[in-house]
């Protein structure tokens, strides 16, 4: 029998992750804290098509870069620094009419050389403003799987369920080639980090470098990374900065092409149309004439309406006080004259 796998919900927040987890898990779901903080600790059980799988939806980030406590514990667990939480497969939940802003995270994924898999949601919200993505040929630029679902519909979910199960038998390998070239972002620190720790990739040895004070390490190597730091000067500002510029130069082109969005050229073309027909110098005063004309006349069309319902009602309540009040001078006043 194949081992039982874990799976990893990340993502931008409102990306529609817990949407996701809830479509999963369905009522097999458990809550609670991670160990020290209280950060909600989501999680449950799905059915594979090989067999059960545990799903844990993680706190919602937007980058690599952990400011709040919740996003640390995403991060430590995608750093693999959590012990307790060791993920087989990452699916990273992505918001495809915020596309460009989701991809910074997922990239910054996929250089760490871990399992991921693509979960792009939003996809009816990105149409309706227009946008088209080819994912076919976003697959071919990230070098990953993506799926389009939308937990909210249960559109999807066998497909991304088939992508999670095949990346986790090892069937997709995380790309060769990193989206950007992390080992120009300091060569000589990266290597000498590798050198200690050889299964990180060129992107996680950055990261040992930025944060590993915070990471459970042996005192020795902390040390050491310590002297890496201080005889390369590594700057740690200069080193994220350098590398989201990169990240989104690489976005950019992948934006351009897979990625067909309604081009303001377009539209203000058509409003110049538009424009060109109602501003006319004799056709123009026409249609205004006719619009006035249209105007005035549904007035007084609708207004005929609410006449009717008045006159029909003060008839039939002068009607009904005749019938009601003893005839005198004092009632035929108040019927004829006042109603
Ligand atoms: N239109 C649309 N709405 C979605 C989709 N996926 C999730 N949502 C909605 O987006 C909102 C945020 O989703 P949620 O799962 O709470 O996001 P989280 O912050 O990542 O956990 C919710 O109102 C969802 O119903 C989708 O594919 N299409
Ligand atoms: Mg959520």
Same mark, same amino acid.
């Given at each position: 029998?194949?081992?039982?796998? $874990? ?10 992750? @817990? ?5 999963? /898990? ?43 406590? &919740?996003?640390? !514990?995403?991060? %430590?667990? #995608? ?11 990452? !699916?990273?939940?992505?918001?495809? @009419?915020? #596309? ?6 997922? /990239? *910054?994924?996929? &250089? ?8 792009? /949601?939003?996809?009816?919200? +990105? ?8 994912? +076919? ?8 799987? =993506?799926? =389009?679902?939308?937990?909210?519909? *249960? ?5 991304l369920k088939k992508a999670m ?15 950007? &070239? ?22 996680? +040895? ?33 080193t994220q900065a350098e590398e989201?510029?990169? %990240?989104?130069?690489?976005?950019? $082109? ?20 538009? &424009?060109?027909?109602?501003? $006319? ?15 005035? *006349? ?15 009602? /003060? ?19 108040? =019927?004829?004259?006042?109603?």
């Open positions: 029998m194949s081992k039982r796998l $874990h799976i990893a919900l990340v993502g931008n927040p409102n990306s529609g992750k @817990s949407s996701l987890f809830n479509c999963l /898990t369905g009522l097999n779901q458990k809550v609670g804290n991670f160990p020290g903080v209280t950060v909600d600790k989501k999680t449950g059980s799905t059915n594979l098509p090989s067999g059960e799988a545990e799903i844990i939806d993680l706190p919602g980030t937007y980058s690599l870069y952990p400011r709040r406590l &919740d996003e640390w !514990v995403s991060y %430590r667990v #995608l750093l693999g620094q959590d012990i307790k939480v060791r993920p087989d497969v990452v !699916v990273a939940v992505a918001d495809a @009419s915020n #596309l460009k802003r989701n991809l910074l995270f997922c /990239t *910054q994924l996929i &250089d760490l050389k871990i399992p991921v898999v693509i979960a792009l /949601t939003m996809m009816d919200l +990105a149409n309706k403003k227009g946008i088209k993505i080819d994912i +076919a040929e976003l697959e071919r630029e990230l070098g990953v799987p =993506v799926v =389009v679902i939308n937990p909210r519909k *249960q559109k999807g979910i066998p497909q199960e095949q990346t986790g038998q090892g069937l997709y390998k995380p790309p060769v080639k990193d989206f950007i &070239d992390n080992k120009a972002l300091a060569a000589t620190s990266i290597e000498e980090v590798k050198r200690l720790r050889s299964e990180l990739s060129d992107y996680s +040895a950055i990261h040992y470098l930025i944060n590993h004070e915070s990471f459970e390490l042996d005192s020795a190597t902390q040390s050491r990374i310590e002297d890496i730091e201080k005889r390369n000067n590594f700057n740690p500002t200069k989201i510029l990169q %990240r989104y130069a690489r976005i950019k $082109h992948i934006m351009q092409v897979s990625v067909s969005e309604p081009d303001p050229l377009q539209k203000s073309l058509l409003t110049e149309k538009i &424009d060109n027909i109602l501003l $006319h110098r004799r056709w123009g005063y026409l249609i205004l004439l006719a619009v006035l004309f249209v105007l005035f *006349q549904s007035v007084f069309w609708l207004a005929s309406y609410p006449m009717d319902w008045i006159d029909g009602g /003060t008839a039939s309540f002068s009607g009904w006080l005749s019938s009601i009040l003893p005839q005198s001078n004092w009632s035929d006043l108040l =019927v004829n004259g006042i109603v």
